[in-house]
T-cell receptor
Framework: GQQVMQIPQYQHVQEGEDFTTYCNSS?????IQWYKQRPGGHPVFLIQ?????EVKKQKRLTFQFGEAKKNSSLHITATQTTDVGTYFC???????????FGKGTKLSVIP | KAGVTQTPRYLIKTRGQQVTLSCSPI?????VSWYQQTPGQGLQFLFE???????NKGNFPGRFSGRQFSNSRSEMNVSTLELGDSALYLC??????????FGPGTRLTVT
């Protein structure tokens, strides 16, 4: 089945530093979604990317979808303590309704 | 709109017992997916229902089953519980199998 690899598994940053998590697949993805899960909470949808090379921004968050639609990244500029949580990418293959999640990147922000 | 609700929120069961978890999706959402979340394996897809039909099933044993009712509410059942079934079970609903809205989850502990 569809597999997505997400790195790094953990990231500790000083508040104000930037953060990036990467998601890779060996197969072409029809779309990729990003979710955030706060400690003790449930995943919350952030964004969906569909087009090759697509770049979307949400305030300090920048999401990219690779040209080959096999990789994606989430970049946070100037992290804040409110950014703490685990960030997941999730992808579905062509014609599939099954969403496969990466293992997630757990972000800790040191104030 | 009210969010996705799951009942019960917490459950403690003994090995060999069975359990039924319930999920009420956001009004108007016809797709319901179930996930198992554990620290070691992350978010793993169990199955997805749309208009009472199972469209996809993840790689879980037959002890895990589910169904969806005409009002889109869904249940999942786990029979002959094992210690390894202890996890957070998350339900997510979506309108057209796009972004998923997760419920708070059911924390199942098997002793």
């Amino acid at each position: 089945g569809q597999q997505v690899m997400q790195i790094p598994q953990y990231q500790h940053v000083q508040e104000g530093e930037d953060f990036t998590t990467y998601c890779n697949s060996s197969t072409t993805l029809s779309n990729i979604q990003w979710y955030k899960q706060r400690p003790g909470g449930h995943p919350v949808f952030l964004i969906q990317l569909v087009k090759s090379g697509e770049v979307k921004k949400q305030k300090r968050l920048t999401f990219q979808f690779g040209e080959a639609k096999k990789n994606s990244s989430l970049h946070i500029t100037a992290t804040q303590t409110t950014d703490v949580g685990t960030y997941f990418c999730a992808a579905s293959g062509a014609g599939s309704y099954q969403l496969t999640f990466g293992k997630g990147t757990k972000l800790s922000v040191i104030p | 709109k009210a969010g996705v609700t799951q009942t019960p929120r917490y459950l403690i069961k003994t090995r060999g017992q069975q359990v039924t978890l319930s999920c009420s999706p956001i009004s108007g959402h016809r797709s319901v997916s179930w996930y198992q979340q554990t620290p070691g394996q992350g978010l793993q897809f169990l199955f997805e229902y749309f208009s009472e039909t199972q469209r996809n099933k993840g790689n879980f044993p037959g002890r895990f089953s589910g169904r969806q009712f005409s009002n889109s509410r869904s249940e999942m059942n786990v029979s002959t519980l094992e210690l390894g079934d202890s996890a957070l079970y998350l339900c997510a609903s979506s309108f057209r199998s796009t972004e998923q809205y997760f419920g708070p989850g059911t924390r199942l502990t098997v002793t």
